[in-house]
C-alpha cells in the first residue's frame, strides 16, 4: 500500500524559505513518477513540481528558479527546497506518487485529472508579506 507522508511546512515571511519533505513508503520509489502539487483556498490543484521514471524535471513557471525538487532513495524521501517564498505560494502542499506517467510535463498538467494517483494528506505553506 502506498503511503506518502509530508512535513516541513509552516508559516514564513515573504523572502524566507521552508524545506518540505515526504517519506514513502509501499512500492518501488526509484522507478514511480514523483512531485509536489498544492492547492490554494478557493482553487483548483495544481502542479508545482514533478519529476518522471527517468527523472525528468517539470517546473511550473512560477517557482522556476525558486523551488528545488529533490529525493533521497535510501530514506525514499523526496523533497522541495523553496527559496524566496511569496504570499502567492500560499497553499496546502501535497506530495504525490504514480507507477507511470506518460511525461513529467504531463503528470504536472494533468496529475489531479488522472487515475491511479496517490496522494499524501498535505503539509500548509502561510507565506505572509
Known amino acids: 500500500q502506498v503511503q506518502l507522508v509530508e512535513s516541513g511546512g509552516g508559516s514564513v515571511q515573504s523572502g524566507g524559505s521552508l524545506r518540505l519533505s515526504c517519506v514513502t513508503s509501499?512500492?518501488?520509489?526509484?522507478?514511480?513518477?514523483m512531485g509536489w502539487f498544492r492547492q490554494a483556498p478557493g482553487k483548483e490543484r495544481e502542479g508545482v513540481v514533478v519529476?518522471?521514471?527517468?527523472?525528468?524535471?517539470s517546473y511550473t513557471d512560477s517557482v522556476q528558479g525558486r523551488f528545488t525538487i529533490s529525493e533521497d532513495s535510501a530514506k525514499k524521501t523526496l523533497y522541495l527546497q523553496m527559496d524566496n517564498l511569496k504570499p502567492e505560494d500560499t497553499a496546502m502542499y501535497y506530495c504525490?506518487?504514480?507507477?507511470?506517467?506518460?511525461?513529467?510535463?504531463?503528470?504536472?498538467?494533468?496529475?489531479?485529472?488522472?487515475?491511479?494517483?496517490?496522494w499524501g494528506h498535505g503539509t500548509q505553506v502561510t507565506v505572509s508579506s
Open positions: 504525490s506518487a504514480k507507477a507511470t506517467c506518460y511525461s513529467s510535463d504531463n503528470y504536472r498538467r494533468q496529475g489531479p485529472q488522472l487515475r491511479f494517483v496517490n
Open positions: 509501499g512500492y518501488d520509489f526509484s522507478n514511480y513518477c
Open positions: 519529476f518522471d521514471s527517468a527523472r525528468r524535471t
